[in-house]
């Protein structure tokens, strides 16, 4: 029999409900569509299982899904990133969470949690729900609606499950929404960078910054770095995206070279080992280790623990490396995250888009209901224009719309003289 939730403190809960209540001020997409769906309680009777960081945006999402009707169970998308004050505030609101920061040995019994409850919906990130539905609880896939992938690797896993033939339910590629990718990994992540080296405080004018990888969570961090007055080397494997960082204006090079010059670097490629032995060798004395991807395979902690003679825990999810030569090197988060571990996540502003997407994709689901085929799909375009209507409403920004001369013009071929 599954427990009806399993937190670190309940007591905890008062400061969570402030901490909910400050993100719904800053999320207006999400709270309009909370409106509509107290209203029209699209998901009336349904359960819906989601493994997410749980963070103060998320509780705005999973309020937004119980107004609309759906019995909401929750789990921890990543050990570090649960924030206690909320998952206290959810259980008092009276949601099924399984979630605590610091949970490593139980990640996957609160993962099982959550499929116990029978959902017809999964809402994942990083896919760890969705295929632990697959491989050890399949009974239950038979029932399940569909599911939902909030970030680039579990849509990625979700793929490969695809072309082998294993992936028995549809998915829809939340991540892949232009309302998720555009502002979530591109400008959520960037500030990313800027949250992740506030543990630190240090300066980024002058300094040397090393981002892996140039998709669109790269992108984000480039340009902050840049904003700040770093130089940014990129690292790439694919020469599409290396040569559009060179045209960016960065340089780009090889790790084995970057790390030589790196005073900082941060890592977003969804690939293990990128920064490993070789790399920590080369690198300078008092150099600055991130990771943004999704799981903490980029920078090799084990390889970081072998080489060094001492280790340090000098601030919140900050580790100092020392070397036998002496030298120092500085990882941010255990090698998980930054972003989230460190500081809790991107903005509240950012995470309205990506929110309202996941809340309007559930809707689809149930309004596509058995007319889906078990792969992955993509989010309508219509739900993204929907979305960037209303935010940019809430934004007070009004844009031009075509006459119907014009909308006639662009619907023909008619050309000038
Ligand atoms: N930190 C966050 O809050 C956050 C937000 C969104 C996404 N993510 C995660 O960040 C990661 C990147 O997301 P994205 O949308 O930018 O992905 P993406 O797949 O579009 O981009 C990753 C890039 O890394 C490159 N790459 C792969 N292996 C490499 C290697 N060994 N060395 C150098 N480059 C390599 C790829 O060629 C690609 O261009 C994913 O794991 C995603 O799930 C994190």
């Given at each position: 029999m599954t427990s009806k939730y399993q937190i670190?403190?309940?007591?905890?809960a008062p400061q969570g409900e402030n901490s909910i209540y400050l993100a719904e001020s800053r999320m207006p997409t999400l709270v309009r569509i909370k409106q509509r769906f107290a209203q029209e309680k699209p998901l009336q009777g349904l359960t819906i299982g989601a493994c997410l960081h749980v963070t103060r945006e998320t509780g705005v999402l999973v309020q937004t899904l119980k107004v609309g009707g759906a019995k909401v169970v929750l789990c921890g998308s990543n050990p570090l990133s649960t924030q206690d004050d909320v998952a206290a505030a959810l259980v008092k609101e009276g949601f099924n969470v399984y979630a605590w920061s610091g949970n490593d040995s139980e990640y996957y019994t609160c993962i099982m949690s959550v499929l116990d409850h029978d959902p017809d919906i999964l809402i994942d990130d990083g896919a760890d729900l969705i295929v632990i539905a697959h491989k050890e609880k399949k009974s239950i896939l038979e029932k399940i609606i569909g599911g939902q992938e909030e970030t680039t690797t579990g849509v990625n896993r979700l793929r490969v499950m695809q072309e082998q033939n294993a992936l028995k339910i549809p998915v829809i590629a939340v991540n892949d929404a232009s309302m998720k990718t555009m502002f979530d990994n591109r400008y959520g992540t960037g500030q990313g960078v800027v949250s992740a080296i506030k543990a630190l405080n240090i300066l980024f004018a002058g300094k040397t910054v090393v981002v892996a990888g140039y998709g669109p969570c790269s992108w984000g961090m480039a340009t902050r770095a840049r904003g700040l007055g770093a130089n940014v080397i990129v690292t790439e494997v694919n020469p599409v995206r290396a040569l559009e960082a060179v045209m960016d204006g960065y340089r780009v090079l090889p790790m084995e070279k970057a790390v030589i010059e790196a005073d900082m670097v941060f890592t977003s490629t969804g690939c293990k080992d990128v920064v490993v032995g070789k790399h920590f060798e080369k690198m300078k004395d008092g150099t600055i280790l991130a990771n943004l991807g999704h799981f903490n395979i980029e920078i090799s902690v084990k390889d970081l623990e072998e080489m060094s003679s001492k280790t340090k825990r000098i601030g919140e999810y900050v580790d100092e490396y020392t070397f036998s030569n002496g030298k120092r090197l500085y990882l941010l988060g255990e090698g998980r995250l930054a972003n989230l571990v460190v500081l809790g996540g991107h903005p509240s502003e950012i995470m309205d888009l990506s929110f309202s997407v996941q809340a309007l994709t559930a809707e689809y689901l149930i309004k596509t209901r058995d007319k889906l085929e078990p792969k992955v799909h993509t989010v309508p375009d219509k739900i993204n224009e929907e979305i960037a209507k209303v935010k940019l409403e809430t934004m007070n920004i009004t844009i031009d719309s075509l006459t119907e001369e014009q909308e006639a013009y662009v619907k023909s071929f008619e050309i000038g003289t």
């Open positions: 670190k403190d309940i007591d905890l």
